[in-house]
T-cell receptor
Framework: QKEVEQNSGPLSVPEGAIASLNCTYS??????FFWYRQYSGKSPELIMS????GDKEDGRFTAQLNKASQYVSLLIRDSQPSDSATYLC??????????FGKGNQVVVIP | DGGITQSPKYLFRKEGQNVTLSCEQN?????MYWYRQDPGQGLRLIYY???????QKGDIAEGYSVSREKKESFPLTVTSAQKNPTAFYLC????????????FGPGTRLTVL
């Protein structure tokens, strides 16, 4: 089974600071990577997709991909209380199947 | 509005009963998926379908069954053979097998009494 690791515990950041989340994956052949945001009791919402090495920016979110090191990260700039949620890393491992990490909880402190 | 709907939002089941969870999409997506989520766990794939009248087992298919008779619909039956069915069930869809982005419905929370 393909593994996606999100090992950091809950992350508390002050409002306006940068939140940094990391994810590593086991399948070297994976080509597509995603970040989902999940509010408590709700379903996951796709916030970022990244397919090539390097950075991809979308508003206050930046995804970073390094296929050689098999990690993908998400930066949230100017963190807002509304960013308080669990962030799920997902990796495509073929046949359009996704493997998900367990998620990282982010708490933005006003 | 285009989207994915799941019903019911909450479902209570007695042990030994089969229940069916509904998933409908009007996005004209070819591929549909069922996941379950347990507290503190990542999403785990139950079944997926990339085209009408075809579906494949995911990582935890035992105790579940599906059908895909229409493009818009992908119902999931939780059978009495599923030993620990209490979970949050999520349906997702993607445009086709070549497009990786999956979009989720609101989920069904199943509790076995």
């Amino acid at each position: 089974q393909k593994e996606v690791e999100q090992n950091s515990g809950p992350l508390s950041v002050p409002e306006g600071a940068i939140a940094s989340l990391n994810c590593t994956y086991s399948d070297r052949g994976s080509q597509s990577f995603f970040w989902y945001r999940q509010y408590s009791g709700k379903s996951p919402e796709l916030i970022m997709s990244i397919y090539s090495n390097g950075d991809k920016e979308d508003g206050r979110f930046t995804a970073q991909l390094n296929k050689a090191s098999q990690y993908v990260s998400l930066l949230i700039r100017d963190s807002q209380p509304s960013d308080s949620a669990t962030y799920l890393c997902a990796v495509n491992y073929g046949n359009n199947r996704l493997a998900f990490g367990k998620g990282n909880q982010v708490v933005v402190i006003p | 509005d285009g989207g994915i709907t799941q019903s019911p939002k909450y479902l209570f089941r007695k042990e030994g009963q089969n229940v069916t969870l509904s998933c409908e999409q009007n996005l004209n997506h070819d591929a549909m998926y069922w996941y379950r989520q347990d507290p503190g766990q990542g999403l785990r794939l139950i079944y997926y379908s990339q085209i009408v009248n075809d579906f494949q087992k995911g990582d935890i298919a035992e105790g579940y069954s599906v059908s895909r008779e229409k493009k818009e619909s992908f119902p999931l039956t939780v059978t009495s053979a599923q030993k620990n069915p209490t979970a949050f069930y999520l349906c997702a869809s993607s445009i086709d097998r070549a497009v990786n982005e999956q979009f989720f419905g609101p989920g069904t929370r199943l509790t076995v009494l």
